[in-house]
Structure formats: structure tokens, C-alpha cells
């Protein structure tokens, strides 16, 4: 057996040679061929690196500049589906040419991980999926995946202002990524996550099957909404339940700095902010400001809120409830719940039309963190804690801290693929952001250090992330190879607790060879 092994290798290496290396040489062109043989025009929603477009198509969903950078690894391909045969296409021709495929829908993955990859790749980039549909008369509305928050929510109010959706703040995020990794924003008290209404989903599997709910199962259905949609195919559309909202609603920011009493402040507002009544959600944002003394910094608390009701009614209750705050009737604006997430978006209130813009954010580089915090801080935890803002590499950095409980708690921790719910006091988002390359390190590093020290605070039998804000220091997959159900726990487990394992069997079942696949995707048990 040696001998002929031995001796077949040389007429492999000549074969090879002068015919299937024409094949192994050429696999971006056979992957246009092959696009082009199963879509007409195909040339008019393919972007490869040699077309005058390619660039400003690349960019134009990157929010993180931290991976558009010339060393960034680059597609060799960006396709922009007008329809589902196109989809299905893409799939097919990545499949059998040896591309990776990424998933972008609005370009907001922290970790770049829908538009970036280190083996060869193309981005399937749903930006022409962006249909909005609302039907008032049934309170739902089907929205595509490439639409963003803002678009859903601008199709919403313009329609009816007693009707809403519990997604998030950022009016630019996609939908596709934001809803397949839950969705918490500011009426996540009253009604939880976006992806607690989901009701129907229009899913492309990796043999290019179209499924609806009925069709995919429960099973599967239950995955896509929390547990990561490009994990398990492509999600096209989503048909969501819209909630009710009042015609008026109050927002108010209180600023607290370190001579203001905000740690006290703070400390006060972990023991009372789940417990307050579900129609009032609040969050603490803390950063770095100028201080009143001439070329001094000081650290700030801005205690956010949103009521869904009148501030004749609201101002009584905080003054019962949270008197420290101090909240007085000049501190709120009542406005329409569509207003208030451009109020919470920093951003006009008018004209709504915002929303629809795409480029309305700036762009920075950036690295961020989750953690869900069960048991309050010290104040002497939180003095630490708003003092590392005034280290250095914290110009535009910035730490989130939303209230949970309401009807957070009211929903089990198996219910959806995201377990974070009942015994939450609030979840911390930390970003931290720089403008010029060489502080990359000085800012990572500062984050990091945040992180660490906030170890003590957050959940003691098992620290949980926040899959939408991905962070691949928890751990990744092997992209070029298997990756066993231990190694990938490591991150899965921060993510989705007891979920992970019911995930783990579904990717198992829907797409055994693992196609849909990243630093973070769920892998099947058995890969090839």
C-alpha cells in the first residue's frame, strides 16, 4: 500500500497540474459563471473588487471603521439580491465554489462579522430587502430584513400613533441582525424583546429551500428569533405584532456628575429601576464631560426615561418612588413614542423623516462589551467604576446601563434562545470609541480593564453577553475546520445559557455540513 501510494502521487501532481489546477486557480470565476448561467443580469447585483462601485457599496454599510481599513480582509464578491431566486442563487454558487457567505442586513455587527472574514468569502447584502408592510387594521406588519429600525419604525407611525414596536434605539441597525439576536429597547419593560413578537419569518435554508413557519417547524422557528438568523440560513422577512402606545408619551434626562451625588444617585436607582411600575423604563448613561472647573474633566450620570403616559402623572411617581432624582417638570417633554426614539437616538425629534436616513450617525471605530447585572454594586464599586472615565482612551467611550424587570420577568428563560429575563436588575452595554487608528490599542485595552473589573459585579455562576453587542474575546469558532460543541460553549454558554445546547441540535438538523457559518455562528455536532 505504501508502494502505491507512492507511486500514484507523481500522476496526481501532473494531473493536477494541467487540469484541475485551471480549477483550483480560477474559483472566482467560475463562481461568476455560475451566477450568471442561473440569474439574468446577474452583473447588475455583483460587485467584485475590479468594478467602480465595489468600494462605496463595500463602505456603505460599515459602522464600525475599525474593520474598513486596507488591511481589512475584503470580499471578493458583494451580490445584492432584488429577489429570492437571487438569494437562492448566491447560496448555490458559494456552496460549490468554495466562497464563505456573510450576511448583511444594516451593517451594525460589532465585531464586523456580516461583512468581514479571514478565508475567502462574499457578502450577500440584503440592502434591496427593505419592505415595510403595515396593516394596522391587524396590528402587524411583515418588514425584510435589509430595512433598518428606523424605516420599520417610520412605517409604523405613519400610519397610526397608538401603535409601536419594542425594538431598539439605533435607527439605523438592520432588522434581519437586530431581530435574530433578540432586541431590547425602550419598551422592553412593557413588552420585552422585539423578538418576543415575532410571528412568521420567510427563511432561506442552505439548500435553497424557502421556508415559512409552518414549513420550518417549531424547532427552527424558535432559533431564528434570538439565537443569530445567519446561523441557520437567510432570513428575507419577518411578520412582527405591533404594540399599543399612547398618543403621548414623556422622556426626561436628569445629569448627575461625581459633584452631583451621581454615585449615591446611582446606587439608589440599582435597588428601585426593575421594581417601578412597566410603563416607565429608565437608563443610566455614563461618560466622560468637561468639568466646571476650567480644563478639568469630570465623569456623568444621565438618568434617562420614557413613560408611557402624561407628566401630571409621571412626575408624582418618581417623586414617590425615586425622590433622590430630584426630577422636576423641566427635565421632561411629552412627545409621540415615535419621537422619543429619535430623543433617545440623540437626535432631532423633527422632522421624523430622520429615521429614513441611513447616514444620519457618525462612523467610528469601536469595541464593545455586555454584562447582566442580579445584585447591586457597592458605592464603593461604583465610584471605581466612574472613575476609570477619566483614564486615558475614554474621549468617546460610553457605558449603557437599561432597567430590566417588568415584563422581563414575566418571561422564562427558555421562551427564546436569549435567556436573560427574570432576576436581571439591568443589563451594561460598554462602548468605547476612537477616531484615529493609533489609539486602537490605548482603547481596547481601557475596555478591557472595564471589563474585568466589573467581573465582580456581574452574574456570579455564569457572566452573560448580549449576542446582538458580539464579542469575540469571549471565545470563536475555528473558521477553517471543525469546531467541537466544548470549544464553542466557551462563548455559546455566555450568550445562551441552557439554550445553547437546543440550538446546538437545530443547526445539527438544518445545516449539517455547517455552510452558514463565522467566528460565532452555532456549529452542528457533528462537522465534515
Known amino acids: 500500500m505504501k508502494f502505491l501510494q507512492f507511486s500514484v502521487l507523481p500522476f496526481l501532481i501532473v494531473i493536477l497540474s494541467v487540469s484541475g489546477a485551471n480549477l483550483a486557480r480560477h474559483p472566482h470565476r467560475d463562481f461568476l459563471r455560475c451566477l450568471s448561467l442561473r440569474i439574468a443580469n446577474s452583473s447588475t447585483i455583483t460587485y467584485t473588487q475590479n468594478n467602480p462601485s465595489y468600494s462605496s457599496v463595500l463602505n456603505a454599510s460599515i459602522h464600525n471603521t475599525r474593520f474598513s481599513t486596507p488591511t481589512t480582509p475584503k470580499p471578493y464578491a458583494i451580490i445584492t439580491p432584488l429577489k429570492t431566486s437571487h438569494v437562492q442563487s448566491t447560496i448555490y454558487c458559494s456552496k460549490n465554489h468554495g466562497f464563505q457567505l456573510r450576511i448583511r442586513s444594516g451593517g451594525h455587527d460589532v465585531e464586523g462579522v456580516s461583512y468581514v472574514s479571514q478565508v475567502p468569502f462574499v457578502i450577500l447584502d440584503l440592502v434591496n430587502f427593505r419592505d415595510v408592510k403595515v396593516d394596522t387594521k391587524n396590528e402587524v406588519a411583515w418588514v425584510q430584513s435589509g430595512a433598518t429600525t428606523g424605516e420599520l419604525y417610520y412605517g409604523i407611525a405613519s400610519k397610526t400613533q397608538t401603535l409601536g414596536f419594542p425594538a431598539g434605539i439605533c435607527h439605523t441597525i438592520g432588522i434581519g441582525g437586530h431581530l435574530s439576536g433578540g432586541g431590547f429597547g425602550i419598551l422592553g419593560r412593557r413588552y420585552g424583546l422585539a423578538a418576543d413578537h415575532i410571528i412568521d419569518a420567510k427563511l432561506v435554508d442552505a439548500n435553497g429551500r424557502v421556508l415559512r413557519r409552518k414549513s420550518m417547524g417549531e424547532d427552527l422557528f424558535w432559533a431564528i428569533r434570538g439565537g443569530g438568523g445567519n446561523t441557520f440560513g437567510v432570513v428575507l422577512a419577518w411578520k412582527i405584532k405591533l404594540v399599543p402606545v399612547p398618543p403621548v408619551v414623556t422622556v426626561f434626562t436628569v445629569n448627575k456628575n461625581l459633584e452631583q451625588n451621581a454615585t449615591k444617585t446611582f446606587h439608589r436607582w440599582q ?160 462602548i468605547v470609541q476612537w477616531t484615529n487608528e493609533e489609539d486602537a490599542g490605548l482603547c481596547i485595552n481601557w475596555m478591557r480593564r472595564l471589563y474585568s473589573y466589573m467581573s465582580s459585579y456581574a452574574s456570579k455562576s455564569l457572566r452573560g453577553a448580549y449576542y446582538n453587542y458580539k464579542d469575540l474575546d469571549l471565545g470563536t469558532n475555528n473558521i477553517n475546520g471543525y469546531t467541537s460543541y466544548e470549544q464553542a460553549s466557551v462563548w455559546g454558554l455566555k450568550y445562551f445559557r441552557n439554550n445553547f445546547k437546543r440550538l446546538v441540535r437545530i443547526k445539527t438538523m438544518i445545516d449539517p455540513m455547517n455552510f452558514f457559518s463565522n467566528e460565532q455562528s452555532i456549529p452542528p455536532l457533528l462537522s465534515p
Request: aromatic content about 12%; some cysteine.
Open 271 to 430: 435597588y428601585i429601576a426593575h421594581k417601578l411600575p412597566r410603563d416607565l423604563f429608565t437608563t443610566v448613561w455614563v461618560m466622560k464631560v468637561n468639568s466646571s472647573q476650567v480644563g478639568r474633566k469630570t465623569v456623568q450620570a444621565s438618568f434617562k426615561g420614557m413613560f408611557l403616559g402624561r407628566i401630571d402623572v409621571l412626575i408624582p411617581l418618581i417623586q414617590y418612588a425615586f425622590p433622590e432624582l430630584g426630577l422636576a417638570r423641566e427635565n421632561c417633554t411629552e412627545m409621540s413614542w415615535v419621537q422619543s426614539v429619535l430623543y433617545f437616538g440623540a437626535l432631532p425629534i423633527e422632522p421624523v423623516e430622520i429615521l429614513l436616513n441611513r447616514s444620519a450617525l457618525p462612523r467610528l471605530s469601536l469595541k464593545a462589551k455586555t454584562d447582566y447585572i442580579r445584585q447591586p454594586m457597592s458605592e464603593t464599586g461604583i465610584e471605581g467604576f466612574m472613575n476609570m472615565f477619566l483614564e486615558e482612551g475614554t474621549d468617546f467611550a460610553i457605558t449603557m446601563i437599561e432597567a430590566f424587570g417588568g415584563k422581563m420577568d414575566e418571561i422564562r428563560e427558555n421562551e427564546l434562545p436569549f435567556p436573560h429575563r427574570s432576576g436581571i436588575l439591568f443589563e451594561s452595554v460598554y
